[in-house]
């Protein structure tokens, strides 16, 4: 069983940043592809980026690229969220998640991840 936990999340300025990260508890997910959503209050959850097992390929909702970027250590065995030049619409709950690295589900739907963290709030002030 993989529990995933994000950290990293506050209250910043606009034009700010931030760094989230998530680890899991129990088994290593350093074989696994990886992803951050978000959700923001009365929206659905939607996908932010995503990132192979590797580390080699990356892949970013239109509206975030250019300003954040997903890594991974895998020796350390966590995920990483590099938010810069934040928005007030960046404002959300955000979640990563874990899935196999071999699916044929594209890397922004939420079914190709088997497992979620609990949320981490990032508000950002305008």
């Known amino acids: 069983q993989v529990q995933l936990v994000e950290s990293g999340g506050g209250l910043v300025q606009a034009g700010g940043s931030l760094r989230l990260s998530c680890a899991p508890s129990g088994r290593s997910v350093s074989d696994y592809a990886m992803g951050w959503f978000r959700q923001a209050p009365g929206k659905e959850r939607e996908f932010v980026a995503h990132?192979?097992?590797?580390?080699?390929?990356?892949y970013y909702a239109d509206s975030v690229k250019g300003r954040f970027t997903i890594s991974r250590d895998n020796a350390k065995n966590t995920l990483y969220l590099q938010m810069n030049s934040l928005k007030p619409e960046d404002t959300a709950v955000y979640y990563c998640?874990?899935?196999?690295?071999?699916?044929?589900?594209?890397?922004?739907?939420?079914?190709?991840?088997?497992?979620w963290g609990q949320g981490t709030q990032v508000t950002v002030s305008s």
């Open positions: 998640a874990a899935g196999g690295d071999r699916s044929i589900l594209p890397p922004s739907t939420s079914r190709r991840y088997g497992y």
């Open positions: 990132i192979t097992w590797t580390g080699s390929n990356t």
